[in-house]
């Protein structure tokens, strides 16, 4: 027997779109198309499929809250949406080079959980309960709520690309359309490149940067290594001593690529068929293609950009990157126009 998200898609595929409302099994199918053998099928699981559909809306619980904010509402064209970015350093270059027809959003729980580390309200995630599939979830309830009109356009860097991919699928599995998803050099969760394979790999990008670049990659890399070596010896001397050897405030986004590292060790992806692009770093850590490939049915676009995973967002590689993403846009033959919502 297939798995109920697999019933879900399949369905979808064929135009059948399905939903919940006040417990009941409600669908919409093109006339004449819905196969007998699905309509009994749906029939026999309805149970399973309104308690799928219905985890899927918000959890109260949830420990940090969600926020969608504007970074540039006024355009005239589709809103795109930022999964897991509020790095000003990322965001503003979109501000300064994407066309202001785009309206620009986040979707982000960061600000919060930043927040909270801060503040030395707990010392590990593992008692979130978050997963990715919950934070996506949770995501999707806040953009719903922003925007139900499809379609949706959605945008993540690094781990961020991973929740932007599993909101795709929820959406998907909901019914609703994601007319384009953005990977920025966003690791796929399937890889399995052992550690010995991944050290090699990462020797051999650090020594094709070297080669290429010479001081400028080493001045970029630099600052970087010695925030990681004052992380390790912070956290060491603390357990070691209960005293702080640095103030670790500026380095807490080593915490949450942490938190973001355990999330994605224990995702499992599903396949997914809709319209993805992954923006590659040429000087990245690690190839990233092949498994995206493999979970996207080989449709994959694939657009390398010069610079490391940070570095693609610097001066002149982030124009490079902005302008192919306008051409991805320029070349879509379903350009929605913004609407009051």
């Known amino acids: 027997m297939k798995n109920i998200d697999q019933l879900i898609l399949e369905s979808n595929n064929l135009g059948i779109k399905l939903w919940v409302e006040e417990d009941n099994l409600c669908y919409r199918a093109p006339k004449g198309l819905f196969p007998p053998e699905i309509k009994t099928e749906l029939k026999e699981r309805k149970a399973e499929l309104i308690s799928f559909l219905q985890s899927f809306k918000q959890s109260d619980h949830f420990p940090y809250p969600v926020t969608l904010k504007p970074i540039r509402s006024n355009g005239s064209r589709f809103p795109l949406y ?63 709520k922003f925007q139900p009109q499809e379609p949706y356009y959605l945008l993540g860097f690094s781990f961020g690309g991973v929740v932007a991919y599993e909101m795709a699928i929820q959406l998907k599995v909901m019914g609703k359309k994601v007319e384009h998803l ?7 969760p399937l890889s399995t490149m052992n550690i ?29 290594q010695i925030s990681r070596l004052k992380y390790w010896l912070s956290k060491k ?34 396949k997914y068929n809709g319209k993805v692009t992954l923006f590659s770093a040429k000087e990245g850590n690690s190839p990233y293609q092949d498994v995206w490939g493999k979970l996207t049915d080989n449709t994959l676009n694939v657009i390398d950009i010069p610079g490391t995973h940070d570095g693609m967002f610097e001066e002149p590689n982030v124009q490079i990157l902005i302008e ?3 051409k991805l846009f320029f070349a879509s033959t379903e350009l929605i126009e913004s609407r009051s919502i």
């Open 82 to 144: 930022f999964i897991q970015i509020e790095q000003q350093s990322l965001i503003n270059p979109f501000v300064k080079y994407l066309d202001s027809k785009y309206s620009i959003y986040s979707i982000s729980n960061l600000g919060e959980i930043m927040a909270s580390l801060l503040a030395h309200k707990f010392n590990s995630f593992d008692a979130t309960g978050t997963t990715v599939e919950s934070l996506a979830t949770q995501y999707i309830d806040a953009l719903l």
């Open 182 to 188: 953005i990977l920025l050099d966003t690791a796929n």
């Open 324 to 326: 192919a993403l306008e």
């Open 237 to 270: 001397y603390d357990q070691l001593f209960n005293k702080k050897l640095f103030d670790l405030s500026p380095l807490i986004v080593l915490d949450i690529m942490k938190y973001h590292n355990q999330l994605q060790k224990v995702y499992i992806p599903q």
């Open 196 to 224: 010995q394979e991944l050290k090699k790999e990462r020797i051999i990008k650090h020594l094709k940067g070297l080669i290429k670049s010479g001081p400028v990659y080493i001045k970029e890399r630099i600052p970087w």
